[in-house]
């Protein structure tokens, strides 16, 4: 029995499995019971290390997800609206069991307000990514003032 990836179980617990010989049907069906799992982090962060408006820089880290075995690697990507539509991957793919992806300074942030993580087995891509949206931290100076002392010309002081 092939069931596809990203089949949807709806409500049920377990798959009936019916034996037929060219006599008759088994009456007594086998039952595997359905296990479904969960490979969306947790607790998805990024924080702007980059210190100019437009620009950002920092770490995007998150909390693996309790319990999965199935996780091989994650992949991280920027999106303009969170939908990812317009998603564009962040550097290679991040191995299961280093929960962050780094981000280097002076990135141009436009177009992008949100980064996505999706979980990835040697199956199939999660469809359903964790999300976070940006953040751009700037840190202006404003009202700089400078009274030159120095009673030379072509010196300040």
Do not use: C, M
Request: proline fraction near 6%; avoid cysteine.
């Amino acid at each position: 029995l092939y069931i596809s990836e990203n089949y949807a179980k709806a409500d049920w617990k377990s798959i009936q499995i019916h034996t037929i010989s060219s006599l008759a049907e088994r009456t007594v069906p086998e039952l595997v019971t359905i296990s479904d799992s969960s490979g969306t982090v947790l607790d998805l962060e990024f924080v702007d290390q980059d210190v100019d408006a437009i620009q950002i820089g920092g770490a995007v880290t998150w909390t693996e997800p309790p319990n999965e075995t199935q996780i091989t690697y994650y992949l991280v990507y920027f999106d303009e609206d969170g939908t990812a539509a317009t998603r564009s991957q962040l550097g290679a793919p991040v191995p299961f069991g280093k929960p962050n992806a780094t981000l280097e300074p002076n990135f141009v942030k436009d177009p992008y307000e949100f980064f996505l993580v999706y979980s990835r087995s040697s199956l199939y891509e999660q469809t359903t990514p964790a999300v976070t949206g940006i953040s751009d931290n700037r840190f202006e100076v404003t009202d700089v003032y400078f009274h030159d002392e120095d009673l030379d010309g072509e010196e300040l002081g």
